[in-house]
């Protein structure tokens, strides 16, 4: 398993995709974390294309699939606020997709993380067992984790741990000092060029 940001991660699942990795590694699976999923329709669309027109001559070969069909074999998507990704979901592959809370990363949407996706999936009617496959079973089944055995299902759902958090402050609010100032404690207003 590895794990990839966002800069260049379309370029680096073409490289990977292109490569030998997964014909000496079948069964590797890679996970596009913080990538989104809203690009990869188009991004499937393209690598057929070019496999369609250029095989002949490159001599790329994927024993009779088709590059959309190694990707979505291969890669799973990972997506913190993405409603082009929910909406193409089918075109990505459902059971290819995994949702992202992140917290306490600055993208997340936390503490309103569980609602704005499920606003999203009701935007675009996403059906339960959808919902289920995307929020947590996808991940379950990739990272081979089972928090079930551990925890009953039930007391993991977002109104129990938040019912368990209840009392501890979870005020939105920046600890970061020192970056807009020199270390002389020229503040970033003092540089700032005068008319």
Not at 1 to 23: E, H, K, Y
Not at 101 to 120: C, K, M, N, V, Y
Not at 141 to 160: E, M, N
Request: net charge negative; charged share 25%.
């Amino acid at each position: 398993m590895m794990s990839l940001q966002p800069m260049n991660i379309c370029m680096a699942a073409a490289d990977l995709l292109w490569s030998r990795v997964f014909r000496n590694y079948p069964a590797l699976k890679v996970a596009l974390s913080e990538g989104g999923t809203g690009w990869i329709p188009y991004f499937l669309d393209r690598l057929d294309r070019v496999y369609d027109r250029h095989h002949a001559w490159t001599g790329q070969d994927f024993d009779g699939l088709k590059p959309s069909q190694v990707f979505k074999k291969h890669f799973i998507t990972c997506f913190i606020t993405d409603p082009v990704g929910i909406q193409h979901r089918h075109d990505i592959g459902v059971e290819n997709i995994c949702w992202e809370l992140d917290f306490p990363h600055s993208d997340s949407e936390w503490p309103r993380a569980p609602e704005e996706f499920l606003e999203t999936c009701e935007h675009y009617d996403v059906p339960d067992d959808e919902i289920n496959a995307i929020s947590h079973e996808n991940a379950l089944r990739l990272y081979h984790f089972d928090p079930f055995r551990i925890r009953p299902k039930a007391s993991c759902t977002v109104g129990a741990l938040r019912s368990e958090a209840s009392g501890h402050d979870v005020a939105i609010r920046s600890y970061e000092t020192g970056r807009h100032h020199t270390k002389s404690g020229t503040t970033i207003d003092q540089l700032r060029p005068t008319a």
